[in-house]
């Protein structure tokens, strides 16, 4: 008796593999098949390449100093503005007075433009004579400004750091700065790592902003000025290339929780909580 029930299962199954396998191989499922399989495999692959192409803003993350996600491309247009302002303040800086800056301008203008440079550099680094709202007010602020041209655009504490001193020593000091005068010891020391501590305070102060919706102390001028002044670089560009900050901070969501209390019926209490989209 078993082995006829084992032989009526084996019987049924043979049957059912069989039918799943013919119905498996008709024309009807091949041709429907594989449009089907070859659209889904086309549209992850879409996916893949939007995900890849859209850049992370690291506003968007929670604070972290390791966290990195960098958009490169936007960096070469931050290091270009950089040059350029760097080229400006240049020459606003000639146009000041020689007790401004400590230029000796009469014997700078008897030596060759480059061959003055390759003099200060060979000279250098030396301790300067600078005011002290050029070294330690004007230098640390633009350390600042360096760090957090990278920092925004999702460098990390390190990787902020290392490109504020690049700009610092080799655009700065040794670049455009050494056609006037010797680079300066002080220079190279209080910018960067005014910049690293500055500037990430300065990170902070954005983030706030940014959670905030651009609004600070329930001031939307008060957060704009102090979002321009923390990170000069990255909002102006911003006006003209898109601010990727601006569009997370209209996604950011505003709770605010009121009390109330309530006697017609007897003493009750509670509160009502509101969700403001920013």
């Known amino acids: 008796m078993r082995s006829k029930v084992i032989y009526i299962m084996k019987f049924l199954l043979s049957m059912f593999v069989g039918t799943q396998s013919v119905s498996a191989h008709t024309p009807d499922s091949i041709n429907t098949s594989k449009p089907d399989s070859a659209e889904n495999i086309y549209l992850a692959d879409d996916t893949l390449k939007r995900q890849k192409k859209e850049k992370q803003c690291i506003y968007a993350l929670p604070y ?5 996600c960098p958009d490169y491309k936007r960096m070469w247009t931050n290091t270009g503005v950089l040059f350029a302002g760097g080229l400006t303040a240049l020459g606003v800086l000639e146009m000041l007075p020689e007790d401004a800056t400590a230029w000796n301008k009469e014997d700078l203008r008897k030596v060759p433009f480059f061959k003055r440079w390759s003099m200060h550099v060979r000279q250098g680094p030396a ?3 600078d005011k002290f709202i050029f070294n330690y007010v004007l230098h ?9 041209s990278a920092r925004s655009l999702g460098f990390n504490v390190l990787g902020s750091f290392l490109y504020c001193a690049g700009i610092s020593t080799l655009f ?18 209080v910018t960067p790592l005014s910049g690293l501590i500055l500037g990430e305070a300065f ?5 706030h902003i940014v959670d905030n ?53 007897g003493t009750s209490f509670g509160f009502t909580l509101n969700i403001i989209s920013l």
């Open 127 to 129: 301790w300067d004579g």
């Open 213 to 265: 919706g651009y609004t600070l102390c329930n001031s939307k001028v008060l957060g704009n000025i102090v979002a321009f002044l923390v990170d000069p670089v990255n909002e102006v560009i911003g006006l003209f290339a898109g601010n990727p900050c601006r569009e997370l901070a209209k996604q950011k969501v505003g709770i605010s929780c009121t009390p109330w209390v309530s006697s017609s019926n």
């Open 172 to 189: 700065w000091e040794y670049g455009i700065e050494a056609f006037m005068e010797i680079p300066s010891i002080q220079d190279l020391i």
């Open 64 to 68: 972290s100093t390791r966290t990195s």
């Open 203 to 207: 990170y902070r102060v954005k983030r």
């Open 140 to 148: 640390p602020y633009a350390g600042a400004a360096y760090y957090m």
